[in-house]
C-alpha cells in the first residue's frame, strides 16, 4: 500500500527556519515526482516545489531563494528546508506524490490542475509563521 506522511510543521516566528519531511512508503516503483503543496485558509491549493527521482527540481516564485527541497532516494524521504519565513507562508503543506508517470517537475508552475496528476497525497502538516 502506498502512502505518504508528513512531519515538522510548526509555529515560527517571521525570519525563522523549519524543515518539512514527507516519509513515501510502498513504491511500486523506482521513477517517480513528489511534491509540496500547500493551502492557507481562505485560498486555493498552491504548488511550492517539487523534485523526481533525478533529482530535478522547480519552485514557485513566491518561495524561490528561500526554500530548498531534496530527496533521500534510499529512504524515499523528501525534504522542504524553509528559511526567512514570512506570515504569508502561513498554510497546511502537503506531501504528494506520482506514480504513474502523468507530471513532470516543471510542470507544477506551468499546468493548470497539476494537482490532478498527483495520486498519493498526504493529511498535511500545519505551518504557522507569526509577525
Known amino acids: 500500500q502506498v502512502q505518504v506522511k508528513e512531519s515538522g510543521g510548526d509555529s515560527v516566528q517571521s525570519g525563522g527556519s523549519l524543515r518539512l519531511s514527507c516519509a513515501a512508503s510502498?513504491?511500486?516503483?523506482?521513477?517517480?515526482?513528489l511534491a509540496w503543496f500547500r493551502q492557507a485558509p481562505g485560498k486555493e491549493r498552491e504548488g511550492v516545489a517539487s523534485i523526481d527521482d533525478d533529482g530535478s527540481t522547480t519552485y514557485a516564485d513566491s518561495v524561490k531563494g528561500r526554500f530548498t527541497i531534496s530527496l533521500d532516494s534510499a529512504k524515499h524521504t523528501m525534504y522542504l528546508e524553509m528559511t526567512s519565513l514570512k506570515p504569508e507562508d502561513t498554510a497546511m503543506y502537503y506531501c504528494a506524490l506520482d506514480l504513474r508517470g502523468m507530471t513532470t517537475v516543471g510542470a507544477l508552475t506551468r499546468k493548470v490542475d497539476v494537482e490532478r496528476d498527483y495520486e498519493y497525497w498526504g493529511q498535511g502538516t500545519q505551518v504557522t509563521v507569526s509577525p
Open positions: 510502498g513504491l511500486t516503483r523506482d521513477s517517480y515526482c
